[in-house]
């Protein structure tokens, strides 16, 4: 049985092909873990073309082979990072900052260094090395949902949400009914991004289940070859709105790799519950959340699997 959330996972490196940043080719030879920074850009239409803006999805997702002679072994893990945490920035010490943040402050420090910065910054904090990224905006969210036809989520309680942000700084309230709906790319974006009815920790799960929901649907044997019919189109339209460190010599054998592997070798997770820990803020006497570096290694365990060790 094939990883329906391979094809999700083709569909996003898919965004890849038109980044804006080269890279050497070949960095993964298909024997070891490969892992990838995924992240959503909160950027409105108006700041096109910048990378000076905060991240509103951030998700750790890891190619491991396990053992290359048997295709059985091999697996994905995908952590879901919320952006609410906070974590020691490069090259300081005692101090925290707003994981969102990291993308401005690395363009700060450069122009283009951003992603480069969130993904060093991520990596220390982790204890997990990190090969690449891959980083969008709402309008290529958008794009390629609504490229899929739309997707089908079954939302498992009522949602109301009046202050859900518009595109310019205004609102666009988001009123939605339990059970299964087919959404189109800007619902399913409003349906990610809500989270006025509960917290960063559940629109990280509902983010998890989009993702799915995309897999699903490009398996389609009707929506597929359509959706690659169209690939030069969409891709073409996605300029600016997607960048990435990843070739296409080296996205080809990752979503080769994420098409194969077992439905019952995905495993999914978040940096929330008991891997949360808090800090007292000096001053005000308030608190920051942080993860808890004590046990954090055992959910990286858990969700990239007994053959991670850290620092790879």
Do not use: C
């Not at 709402?138 to 949902?145: G, L, P, S, T, Y």
């Amino acid at each position: 049985m094939r990883r329906v959330m391979g094809i999700g996972l083709l569909a996003v490196l898919l965004f890849g092909v038109v980044g804006g940043v080269a890279a050497a080719q070949g960095r993964w030879d298909g024997q070891g873990r490969f892992t990838i920074l995924v992240m959503g850009m909160d950027r409105r239409p108006g700041a096109r073309d910048t990378l000076n803006t905060r991240t509103d999805a951030i998700m750790v997702v890891s190619f491991d082979p396990g053992d290359p002679a048997d295709p059985l072994d091999d697996s994905i893990g995908v952590l879901h990072i919320p952006r609410d945490i906070h974590i020691v920035p490069l090259d300081v010490q005692n101090a925290y900052i707003r994981i969102n943040t990291l993308m401005v402050q690395g363009e700060a420090i450069q122009e283009n260094y951003g992603p480069f910065y969130t993904m060093d910054t991520l990596s220390q904090n982790i204890g997990m090395y990190i090969d690449g990224f891959i980083t969008f905006d709402f309008e290529a969210f958008i794009a390629m949902v609504d490229a899929l036809g739309g997707v089908e989520i079954d939302v498992p309680y009522a949602i109301n949400d009046q202050d859900f942000p518009d595109m310019n700084y205004g609102f666009d309230p988001f009123v939605m009914g339990s059970g299964v709906h087919l959404m189109d790319g800007h619902t399913a974006l409003q349906y990610s991004r809500t989270r006025h009815n509960d917290n960063d920790y559940q629109r990280g799960e509902r983010q998890m289940q989009v993702l799915t929901a995309v897999g699903l649907k490009a398996t389609d044997a009707s929506v597929l070859p359509g959706l690659l019919a169209n690939a030069p189109t969409l891709l073409q339209d996605l300029t600016g709105h997607v960048y990435t460190d990843l070739t296409l010599d080296e996205m080809v054998p990752l979503a080769l790799f994420a098409a194969r592997v077992p439905v019952e070798n995905v495993r999914t997770g978040s940096l929330s519950g008991k891997y949360m820990a808090q800090i007292v803020v000096t001053g005000d006497g308030g608190t920051l959340p942080i993860p808890n570096y004590a046990i954090l290694p055992d959910l990286l365990r858990e969700v990239f699997g007994a053959t991670y060790a850290p620092g790879s």
